[in-house]
């Protein structure tokens, strides 16, 4: 047993689970076994009047029996403490202070996770392309994270399991509580797959208010929220909300039908700046310069190309033919020029003045905030903007989510 671990499991029973207010209590402690030795002496000043009478009744010995309980159901614990305790939740609002799982955790901060949320009454065309793209994710290397729920959620883990990749569910309930009976026998398979995790204690039935604290973890495991479809009031779109609030990245499926209700929310999220995602790799693409050593490069996914169009294979590939006619040394090197060919359309030398100051600073520092570029150029704001959107629209660079800009 971890030596803090008994404690933040009585913080746990005694506020609560999703309570954020254990968190200003412990902001006026050392620790949270110094908490509890305050409290235990009769010291409630930092307790809110709502919380005082179960903090008081809260025992060490409840705590016990629950991690006894937990050890013989297979459950682990992982306290906020904990060294396995995920990095991208500690950073969240309200983390949980407990989190109890089936399967294992282990290296999650190292790996591309990203939360696929969707409606529980999905179209046919919603059912295809999530399992489509999910399934391209998994076989790439990415962790597919999602609710559990009927719909979206079981067509998300599905696809993982079947790609052969991982996937997490993360629970509007207790691990042991049978929710949803449909998903029932699908538990345990997920957790040798991946884990099933939830901040509520193990049979903790569901309940309507314990969906959204759920959708904070949800979102926060992940590097990004991907959106598959969503109406105007779908329960998606909080997990939307959480993910933007803690910084993600936000995706979403293009529409079926634009004018249907059913897709209404997504749409509202892709004019607010969600990236669009017509294919596993728009995804992998955010991603790839920081975690390509954790995915899998001969994936199709990745290795993919057009098999028409500006950048279809045939166009970029056209420059190889001759090279059957060249001595061997001549055709390695065109081999090894062939990358830079793209670089033809954004070259300096095609600008002046400013827009080639605004090109370079681009190309030595990549993804840059406007307001960087305002700063360091010397560059009114609204008149950057206008140059911005005039070297985009002639394909020199490109924007990115959170107004950044790259070439």
């Not at 990236?275 to 993919?304: C, G, M, Q, T, W």
């Not at 420059?319 to 062939?338: D, G």
Request: hydrophobic share 40%.
């Amino acid at each position: 047993m971890r030596s803090e671990l008994i404690y933040w499991v009585w913080l746990t029973i005694a506020f609560g689970p999703a309570n954020p207010r254990k968190w200003n209590l412990l902001s006026h402690y050392n620790s949270v076994k110094s908490a509890y030795e305050k409290i235990m002496s009769g010291d409630l000043s930092f307790v809110m009047p709502q919380d005082k009478d179960k903090v008081t009744s809260a025992t060490l010995s409840q705590a016990e029996k629950l991690i006894s309980y937990c050890e013989e159901k297979g459950i682990n614990i992982y306290s906020f403490d904990d060294e396995l305790y995920p990095d991208r939740l500690r950073e969240i609002y309200n983390p949980p202070s407990v989190l109890f799982v089936l399967g294992d955790i282990a290296g999650l901060d190292n790996t591309v996770v990203i939360s696929c949320v969707g409606t529980k009454t999905p179209s046919d065309y919603s059912v295809d392309v999530t399992y489509k793209i999910c399934h391209d994710l998994a076989k790439a290397g990415v962790t597919i994270a999602s609710g559990f729920t009927v719909g979206l959620d079981s067509i998300a883990h599905k696809a993982a399991i079947k790609a052969g990749g991982k996937t997490i569910a993360v629970l509007p309930c207790g691990v042991l509580h049978d929710y949803p009976k449909e998903n029932s026998k699908a538990k345990q398979i997920i957790a040798q797959n991946g884990a099933v995790i939830s901040e509520y204690f193990p049979g903790e039935r569901v309940s309507t208010i314990y969906f959204r604290a759920r959708n904070r973890i949800l979102s926060g495991i992940g590097l990004g929220t991907l959106v598959t479809q969503a109406g105007a009031q779908s329960g998606a779109l909080s997990t939307a909300s959480f993910a933007l609030s803690q910084g993600r990245d936000i995706f979403c499926i293009p529409p079926h039908e634009l004018f249907n209700e059913a897709y209404a929310g997504a749409i509202n999220l892709i004019r607010d700046g969600a990236i669009s995602v017509f294919e596993a790799k728009d995804i992998l693409n955010e991603y790839y310069s920081i975690y390509a050593h954790k995915l899998n490069p001969e994936a199709d996914a990745l290795k993919r190309r057009a098999s028409s169009g500006l950048f279809s294979s045939n166009e970029i590939e056209e420059p190889k033919k001759p090279k059957a006619k060249k001595p061997a040394a001549k055709a390695e090197s065109k081999v090894e020029e062939i990358p830079k060919q793209p670089q033809k359309r954004v070259t300096p030398e095609s600008l002046d003045g400013i827009a080639i100051k605004i090109w370079e600073y681009l190309a030595d520092n990549g993804a840059v905030l406007a307001d960087e570029l305002s700063d360091v150029l010397d560059i009114d704001i609204s008149e950057l903007e206008m140059l911005l959107t005039d070297l985009e629209l002639d394909g020199h660079i490109r924007s990115l989510p959170g107004n950044r800009f790259s070439i």
